[in-house]
């Protein structure tokens, strides 16, 4: 080992040596932080001086041998380099030695405190022993080195306080190290040594930054040196042993191990006292809850001496202030202690905490570590830190405090439920799949009347997420047989949740729920109870018109629930009020729904819940894939599946596979669309609403790649489950229209048409989507001489709902109706529209179709050129026209443009009778280009 910032101690030391050769000896107490490197400097100091040729005689005290009487001092008269009659002499010395009674040979005692003075025989006999090493330096300069002076033997120590008292006039030098700082120690000894004229005490530092700079740079470069040794000296504060650690953890791994510095940690406490090893593992258990008194309690010390003991783990470089430098300090020495005992330790910590009313996450941190809770009041206290967690948006360590819980003895099985019960809320926050191994036990609880009214509610809800239909049918229908107060809160949670069921679990609904007139929102309910669940009354509002196929008149109290979302919400359901919202949002057809999900993807959620991104991300998937933006649709419904493990997402996995297999479909990637298809996905999804997205999306896939019957066998199906579940609503899946298209690919264009009237004559029909839908599928199946002026309308419908896509289809229709009209002129614009519109949305199908309604003449590489009318408009009606032209409705326009509605569309008119036109479906595509470099630029109109 290098030393490094001891050159002038070892200087000193070899001084003294030369000094002692006439006749003026010296003892020096070397004294030292554990890891200062006194060890190394004695080696080389006793190597100095037996290569000048000294008689050098060494020992090393252990405190395994520090009860063996004469240890120290029969290694060193062995040690010696001694033969012939004096070697035989000195063992005879240490003979006699062994052979005589030791301390209280007399009768005589010591004064108190100190021990029984040793027997008048045995004091001639180290008396003896001194004079013959004393007689050693007769013959040639001798010294003497001691390492850990303080574990040597008492009969020893005696020897060499006689032999230290006389070195002044002889030629021998004594060199002994030792650490004052630990307790413990011979403090008598010491005294009396330094009392000595010739005695003297040198104190060494653990190295500085300098230093440790200087140790790297002979295993480093200098500036790799330099770099570190901030770090190093961070972690080791000067501490040789532990630096030549992390040195080699740096070149194995480049980061700090168990297997280097964690083991140094161990060897340095394997050299300490009892009671520093006793603070250490205190220490390494109170962690961050340490305070001097807690220390010396739970250590089971003096405080005095807990305090000494935590000065000496500072001074050997492991702790600073009441904590270690490195957590991998902290956890390899509780690995050391046994199991049983690190367990019963961190118990009585947690008492000594509770007992000083210390924070109950604190508290709780310890119990969960010993995985023993101590009592009732462990389980009140785990409880109390599960809902702090929380709070603070730690939900993973509301977990293990709630699974620690569970473990205690409870009074009730009632008891254990609500533990259990609240211990699924939050394991659902990050992965419902871990949830799922409790749903048994509390199903067994709930029939035996062991779960309340509350809970057994969320268990539904629970059971359902997973596919447990069966289970959740059951025990609602002890909830409906149960006499509840109607006034109160239970039945007004029950009437609540019925209402979401109608929506998203159907066939668990009391009954089949048909759209109906409109009713007053919360027409039904049982009156309002003093406290109700904060999710309860939005999401049974909001199911409840979506169920009635009434989007539209909820739509403020939709944008309402989204701007009030935040941690009024419990966590017993704090996604569904946020997701039914846009589900609204969704059904009535409003553009806006994506930028509501990105603005509650960007916010920071308390606590933070994979589950809720995952279900926001789908719902951002399903609003891109009805605006057309199909690339965006894909990537967040990947998102979504890479938030939570597959089998996280029970039912629900259908919403997020229904986007990807729909948007690659209508992206021409049926290869990867296949990929999606061979997923397993649960039986039980079919029964949900999640399935009807996921079965409509197969039924595109399998219309776009010609298996017609297929796809019309899948539609239908949609459309037979929503009729018997009471939810044939528009704004779920279109099944009418895409088995209308299904029939025109079969050539049955009477099926087609009769299907689309009916899409028009259901109620609730008023939507865009659903009426541009029909309105399309009339007229590609009707005469060509009715189609413009239909498809007309479809496309005014589909540019209000901001879907790219389906307008795409509609002009690539219009094209196709002016070409069968010979109007190639308007065959060719809306053709041009409609292949802009494919470059937003990436439906490559579409662009090859489209590609037949352009001239050969055409160029479908190059930028058309601005007609003459445009140079008439000026840059902020160009701006408005260029976005209009691609797609965007004036809302969309006024966000980009920073201007209101209002003038967007006087900007329009201007525009209209500039150029001669009636609406903007009329505008050129070449508009497009035109204003581009503004709209780009984000010039204000």
């Given at each position: 080992?290098?030393?490094?910032?001891?050159?002038?101690?070892?200087?000193?030391?070899?001084?003294?040596?030369?000094?002692?050769?006439?006749?003026?000896?010296?003892?020096?107490?070397?004294?030292?932080?554990?890891?200062?490197?006194?060890?190394?400097?004695?080696?080389?100091?006793?190597?100095?001086?037996?290569?000048?040729?000294?008689?050098?005689?060494?020992?090393?005290?252990?405190?395994?041998?520090?009860?063996?009487?004469?240890?120290?001092?029969?290694?060193?008269?062995?040690?010696?380099?001694?033969?012939?009659?004096?070697?035989?002499?000195?063992?005879?010395?240490?003979?006699?030695?062994?052979?005589?009674?030791?301390?209280?040979?007399?009768?005589?005692?010591?004064?108190?405190?100190?021990?029984?003075?040793?027997?008048?025989?045995?004091?001639?006999?180290?008396?003896?022993?001194?004079?013959?090493?004393?007689?050693?330096?007769?013959?040639?300069?001798?010294?003497?080195?001691?390492?850990?002076?303080?574990?040597?033997?008492?009969?020893s120590?005696?020897?060499?306080?006689?032999?230290?008292?006389?070195?002044?006039?002889?030629?021998?030098?004594?060199?002994?190290?030792?650490?004052?700082?630990?307790?413990?120690?011979?403090?008598?000894?010491?005294?009396?040594?330094?009392?000595?004229?010739?005695?003297?005490?040198?104190?060494?530092?653990?190295?500085?930054?300098?230093?440790?700079?200087?140790?790297l740079?002979?295993?480093?470069?200098r500036p790799?040196?330099?770099r570190?040794?901030?770090?190093?000296?961070?972690?080791?504060?000067?501490?040789?042993?532990?630096?030549?650690?992390?040195?080699?953890?740096?070149?194995?791994?480049?980061?700090?191990?168990?297997?280097?510095?964690?083991?140094?940690?161990?060897?340095?406490?394997?050299?300490?006292?009892?009671?520093?090893?006793?603070?250490?593992?205190?220490?390494?258990?109170?962690?961050?809850?340490?305070?001097?008194?807690?220390?010396?309690?739970?250590?089971?010390?003096?405080?005095?001496?807990?305090?000494?003991?935590?000065?000496?783990?500072?001074?050997?470089?492991l702790?600073?202030?009441?904590?270690?430098?490195?957590?991998?300090?902290?956890?390899s020495?509780?690995?050391?202690?046994?199991?049983d005992?690190?367990?019963?330790?961190?118990?009585?910590?947690?008492?000594?905490?509770?007992?000083?009313?210390?924070?109950?996450?604190?508290?709780?941190?310890?119990?969960?570590?010993?995985?023993?809770?101590?009592?009732?009041?462990s389980?009140?206290?785990l409880?109390?830190?599960?809902?702090?967690?929380?709070?603070?948006?730690?939900?993973?360590?509301?977990?293990?405090?709630?699974?620690?819980?569970?473990?205690?003895?409870?009074?009730?099985?009632?008891?254990?439920?609500?533990?259990?019960?609240?211990?699924?809320?939050?394991?659902?926050?990050?992965?419902?799949?871990?949830?799922?191994?409790?749903?048994?036990?509390?199903?067994?609880?709930?029939?035996?009347?062991?779960?309340?009214?509350a809970?057994?509610?969320?268990?539904?809800?629970?059971?359902?997420?997973?596919?447990?239909?069966?289970?959740?049918?059951?025990?609602?229908?002890?909830?409906?047989?149960?006499?509840?107060?109607?006034?109160?809160?239970?039945?007004?949670?029950?009437?609540?949740?019925?209402?979401?069921?109608?929506?998203?679990?159907?066939?668990?609904?009391?009954?089949?729920?048909?759209?109906g007139?409109?009713?007053?929102?919360?027409?039904?309910?049982?009156?309002?109870?003093?406290?109700?669940?904060?999710?309860?009354?939005?999401?049974?509002?909001?199911?409840?018109?979506?169920?009635?196929?009434?989007?539209?008149?909820?739509?403020?109290?939709?944008?309402?629930?989204?701007?009030?979302?935040?941690?009024?919400?419990?966590?017993?359901?704090?996604?569904?009020?946020?997701?039914?919202?846009?589900?609204?949002?969704?059904?009535?057809?409003?553009p806006?729904?994506?930028?509501?999900c990105?603005?509650?993807?960007?916010?920071?959620?308390?606590?933070?819940?994979?589950?809720?991104?995952?279900?926001?991300?789908?719902?951002?998937?399903?609003?891109?894939?009805?605006?057309?933006?199909?690339?965006?649709?894909?990537?967040?419904?990947?998102?979504?599946?890479?938030?939570?493990?597959?089998?996280?997402?029970?039912?629900?996995?259908?919403?997020?596979?229904?986007?990807?297999?729909?948007?690659?479909?209508?992206?021409?990637?049926?290869?990867?669309?296949?990929?999606?298809?061979?997923?397993?996905?649960?039986?039980?999804?079919?029964?949900?609403?999640?399935?009807?997205?996921?079965?409509?999306?197969?039924?595109?896939?399998?219309?776009?790649?010609?298996?017609?019957?297929?796809a019309?066998?899948?539609?239908?199906?949609?459309?037979?489950?929503?009729?018997?579940?009471?939810?044939?609503?528009?704004?779920?899946?279109?099944?009418?229209?895409?088995?209308?298209?299904?029939?025109?690919?079969?050539?049955?264009?009477?099926?087609?048409?009769?299907?689309?009237?009916?899409?028009?004559?259901?109620?609730?029909?008023?939507?865009?989507?659903?009426?541009a839908?029909?309105?399309?599928?009339?007229?590609?199946?009707?005469?060509?001489?009715?189609?413009?002026?239909?498809?007309?309308?479809?496309?005014e419908?589909?540019?209000?709902c901001?879907?790219?896509?389906?307008?795409?289809?509609?002009?690539?229709?219009?094209?196709?109706?002016?070409?069968?009209?010979?109007?190639?002129?308007?065959?060719?614009?809306?053709?041009?529209?409609?292949?802009?519109?494919?470059?937003?949305?990436?439906?490559?199908?579409?662009?090859?179709?489209?590609?037949?309604?352009?001239?050969?003449?055409?160029?479908?590489?190059?930028?058309?050129?601005?007609?003459?009318?445009?140079?008439?408009?000026?840059?902020?009606?160009?701006?408005?026209?260029?976005?209009?032209?691609?797609?965007?409705?004036?809302?969309?326009?006024?966000?980009?443009?920073?201007?209101?509605?209002?003038?967007?569309?006087?900007?329009?008119?201007?525009?209209?009778?500039?150029?001669?036109?009636?609406?903007?479906?009329?505008?050129?595509?070449?508009?497009?280009?035109?204003?581009?470099?503004?709209v780009?630029?984000?010039?204000?109109?």
């Amino acid at each position: 080992m290098e030393l490094v910032e001891r050159a002038e101690q070892a200087m000193h030391l070899k001084h003294l040596l030369a000094q002692s050769g006439a006749r003026k000896g010296k003892v020096v107490l070397l004294d030292g932080p554990s890891g200062s490197g006194k060890t190394e400097l004695l080696r080389q100091v006793a190597d100095h001086a037996a290569d000048t040729g000294c008689l050098v005689l060494r020992a090393a005290c252990s405190r395994a041998e520090s009860a063996l009487p004469l240890g120290v001092l029969g290694q060193l008269l062995r040690s010696a380099p001694i033969a012939g009659e004096r070697a035989a002499e000195l063992d005879l010395l240490l003979r006699r030695a062994g052979e005589e009674p030791a301390a209280g040979a007399t009768g005589d005692i010591g004064a108190p405190g100190q021990e029984a003075p040793i027997g008048t025989g045995l004091a001639r006999v180290l008396h003896d022993i001194a004079q013959a090493l004393l007689s050693l330096a007769d013959d040639a300069t001798v010294l003497v080195t001691i390492d850990d002076i303080r574990h040597a033997d008492r009969l020893s120590l005696d020897c060499l306080l006689y032999l230290c008292r006389r070195t002044g006039s002889a030629r021998m030098t004594a060199v002994l190290t030792d650490d004052s700082e630990l307790p413990d120690g011979p403090a008598v000894f010491r005294t009396e040594l330094l009392d000595q004229p010739h005695a003297a005490r040198t104190r060494l530092a653990p190295l500085s930054e300098a230093g440790v700079a200087a140790m790297l740079a002979a295993h480093l470069d200098r500036p790799s040196a330099e770099r570190l040794a901030p770090e190093f000296q961070a972690i080791a504060a000067g501490n040789l042993l532990l630096l030549h650690a992390l040195l080699e953890d740096h070149l194995e791994t480049g980061g700090v191990r168990r297997e280097g510095y964690g083991r140094a940690v161990l060897r340095q406490l394997s050299r300490a006292e009892a009671s520093v090893t006793a603070v250490a593992r205190a220490l390494a258990v109170l962690d961050t809850a340490t305070t001097p008194e807690r220390l010396a309690r739970l250590s089971g010390l003096d405080g005095a001496v807990a305090d000494a003991a935590l000065r000496a783990l500072r001074a050997a470089g492991l702790v600073h202030g009441t904590g270690y430098r490195h957590d991998i300090a902290r956890q390899s020495i509780l690995d050391r202690i046994p199991a049983d005992e690190r367990a019963a330790l961190r118990v009585r910590a947690a008492e000594l905490l509770y007992e000083q009313g210390a924070p109950a996450p604190e508290t709780a941190r310890l119990l969960v570590d010993a995985a023993a809770p101590a009592g009732p009041w462990s389980v009140d206290v785990l409880l109390e830190a599960a809902e702090q967690e929380l709070i603070a948006g730690r939900a993973h360590r509301a977990a293990e405090a709630l699974e620690a819980a569970l473990t205690a003895d409870h009074e009730t099985p009632a008891d254990r439920a609500a533990v259990e019960s609240r211990l699924v809320q939050v394991r659902r926050l990050s992965d419902p799949a871990t949830a799922e191994h409790h749903l048994t036990a509390l199903t067994e609880a709930a029939r035996a009347g062991d779960v309340g009214p509350a809970h057994t509610v969320d268990l539904v809800r629970q059971l359902l997420w997973q596919g447990r239909s069966a289970e959740a049918r059951e025990l609602l229908g002890g909830l409906r047989e149960t006499e509840l107060d109607p006034h109160g809160e239970d039945a007004a949670l029950l009437h609540d949740t019925e209402q979401w069921i109608a929506w998203t679990h159907p066939t668990v609904a009391r009954r089949a729920r048909r759209p109906g007139p409109p009713a007053a929102a919360g027409a039904g309910r049982p009156p309002a109870p003093g406290r109700a669940e904060p999710w309860s009354r939005p999401t049974a509002v909001l199911a409840g018109a979506l169920v009635g196929g009434r989007a539209h008149e909820v739509v403020d109290r939709a944008e309402q629930v989204l701007r009030d979302r935040g941690p009024s919400y419990d966590i017993t359901w704090p996604e569904e009020p946020a997701l039914l919202a846009l589900g609204v949002l969704l059904c009535a057809d409003r553009p806006d729904a994506a930028a509501w999900c990105d603005r509650l993807l960007s916010e920071g959620h308390t606590p933070y819940s994979p589950t809720w991104m995952a279900l926001l991300s789908a719902t951002r998937a399903e609003a891109a894939v009805r605006l057309g933006d199909l690339t965006a649709a894909v990537d967040h419904a990947q998102l979504a599946l890479g938030h939570v493990t597959p089998n996280a997402w029970g039912v629900a996995l259908g919403a997020p596979l229904g986007s990807l297999v729909l948007a690659t479909t209508r992206m021409g990637h049926y290869d990867e669309t296949e990929s999606y298809l061979t997923r397993s996905v649960p039986k039980a999804m079919f029964e949900t609403r999640y399935g009807l997205h996921y079965l409509h999306a197969r039924g595109q896939f399998h219309l776009a790649t010609g298996h017609h019957h297929a796809a019309l066998a899948d539609f239908l199906a949609c459309g037979e489950r929503m009729r018997g579940w009471g939810i044939d609503v528009p704004g779920i899946v279109p099944w009418r229209t895409s088995a209308a298209e299904a029939w025109l690919a079969l050539g049955n264009r009477e099926q087609a048409a009769r299907l689309a009237y009916d899409q028009l004559g259901r109620p609730g029909t008023d939507g865009a989507r659903a009426r541009a839908g029909a309105l399309r599928v009339l007229a590609v199946g009707g005469p060509v001489g009715r189609r413009p002026q239909m498809l007309a309308e479809a496309l005014e419908l589909f540019e209000q709902c901001g879907d790219r896509y389906e307008q795409t289809r509609v002009l690539a229709d219009l094209s196709e109706a002016y070409h069968q009209l010979g109007d190639n002129r308007r065959a060719r614009t809306q053709a041009r529209r409609a292949r802009h519109l494919v470059g937003l949305c990436g439906a490559a199908p579409l662009n090859e179709a489209l590609l037949s309604f352009l001239d050969e003449g055409d160029d479908t590489s190059g930028s058309p050129v601005p007609s003459p009318e445009s140079a008439l408009l000026t840059g902020s009606e160009r701006r408005v026209a260029a976005l209009a032209v691609g797609g965007y409705t004036n809302r969309e326009i006024a966000v980009k443009l920073f201007i209101t509605p209002s003038t967007v569309e006087q900007h329009l008119t201007r525009v209209y009778r500039k150029l001669g036109v009636r609406c903007r479906k009329d505008l050129p595509v070449e508009l497009t280009l035109s204003g581009a470099e503004t709209v780009n630029a984000g010039g204000q109109a």
